[in-house]
């Protein structure tokens, strides 16, 4: 019962979107009827400005890291199954990645999770974080698609996981994978377009890998 109870509020706190709170804090549209349609901190950017993106970013990681920390430490009135203890933070980092990417009170119309999870990895896995982030960062660099970057994060995870961590038959391993499944089910048109070469590009962020296509000047 503990462990339903805390994983029903993670999902609840989860659908609080930080692109609807950001909305109702500085007013505008909203994301899902701007650009791709995403409530995600990508959206945010391309269409409301850094500023916005970086409130939604903030937002969606915090109730990541809130749901993966806190709710498993709040108190519980009943008995409590000391062999379920340690599910309880990847239970409700599951919940608040499912509630944000499918919120209830927003007929299910979520963001990807990405951010909600990047908050989730940091307070169960914060030794992989950094390789995470690096791996998202030189994917965005290089070719620009976020999608790409994404999916590369969640590789990443499994991947230190499996090879430097706990291992994949354990309940991290398990859960990472069950993430990284999540991540490409969300991603999975832009998969698509990625294959087809239709994928939106965000070329400002395509730093590198404009330097490196850059030809060398010809020798006078």
Same mark, same amino acid.
């Given at each position: !019962?503990?462990?339903?109870?805390?994983?029903?509020?993670?999902?609840?706190? %989860? *659908?609080? !979107? *930080?692109?609807?709170?950001?909305?109702?804090?500085?007013?505008?549209?909203?994301?899902?009827?701007? *650009?791709?349609?995403?409530?995600?901190?990508?959206?945010?950017?391309?269409?409301?400005?850094?500023?916005?993106?970086l409130g939604v970013l903030a937002i969606d990681i915090g109730k990541g890291v809130l749901a993966a920390l806190a709710l498993p430490s709040l108190p519980w009135p009943l008995a409590s199954d000391a062999a379920l203890r340690p599910w309880l933070p990847y239970a409700c980092g599951l919940g608040a990645a499912l509630g944000h990417c499918y919120p209830v009170f927003?007929? @299910? +119309?979520?963001?990807?999770?990405?951010?909600?999870?990047? %908050?989730?990895?940091?307070?169960l896995l914060p030794a992989a974080l950094p390789w995470i982030i690096a791996a998202f960062a030189a994917v965005v660099l290089l070719s620009g698609y976020v999608s790409l970057a994404s999916i590369t994060g969640g590789v990443v995870a499994l991947f230190y996981v499996t090879c430097f961590g706990a *291992?994949?038959?354990?309940?991290? %391993?398990?859960?990472?994978? =069950?993430?990284?499944?999540?991540?490409?089910?969300?991603?999975?048109?832009?998969?698509? +377009?990625?294959?087809?070469?239709?994928?939106?590009? @965000?070329?400002?962020?395509?730093?590198?890998? +404009?330097?490196? =296509?850059?030809k060398p000047d010809n020798p006078t």
């Open positions: !019962m503990e462990l339903i109870a805390k994983f029903l509020l993670a999902y609840l706190l %989860g *659908g609080v !979107m *930080g692109g609807d709170v950001m909305r109702r804090l500085v007013g505008g549209s909203d994301l899902r009827a701007a *650009g791709s349609g995403n409530v995600g901190a990508t959206n945010a950017l391309r269409t409301r400005g850094a500023k916005f993106a927003q007929k @299910f +119309r979520g963001g990807k999770g990405v951010a909600t999870l990047t %908050g989730v990895f940091g307070a *291992g994949l038959w354990t309940v991290t %391993g398990a859960f990472t994978a =069950a993430m990284l499944a999540l991540i490409l089910f969300k991603h999975r048109d832009n998969l698509l +377009r990625l294959v087809r070469g239709t994928e939106s590009r @965000f070329e400002k962020a395509r730093v590198l890998g +404009r330097w490196l =296509a850059r």
